[in-house]
């Protein structure tokens, strides 16, 4: 049975089944709903030519550098292979 995430706090015990024991987990239905919600807010945004921290810009030293549209999509998907990476062994 999956761990349904997105409704209530994940648990500790839940989180170390996920990590550890590879347990399947599922979103609400109610996070998929806030998840569409906030990604039309941020489309609306972008498409208005709103400046936002980390989205259209750098961060840290270079938050005050707007990227261009052609930048964007590989910022983001960089920022995400940053946070990605681990040092050391299991927890």
């Known amino acids: 049975m999956a761990i349904v995430i997105g409704n209530t706090r994940l648990s500790t015990d839940k ?6 024991y590879n347990e399947k987990v599922e979103l609400h239905a109610d996070a998929l709903v806030l ?4 990604r039309d807010m941020l489309e609306k945004k972008i498409k208005a030519g709103e400046i936002m921290y980390g989205v259209n810009t750098g ?10 549209d052609d ?8 920022l995400i292979y ?6 050391g062994g299991p927890a």
């Open 15 to 20: 989180l170390v089944r996920i990590a550890r």
């Open 59 to 68: 961060i840290g030293e270079f938050s005050e550098v707007v990227l261009d």
């Open 82 to 87: 940053n946070h990605a990476a681990g040092i």
């Open 35 to 38: 998840i569409r919600k906030c």
């Open 71 to 78: 930048k964007i999509k590989d910022f983001q998907k960089y």
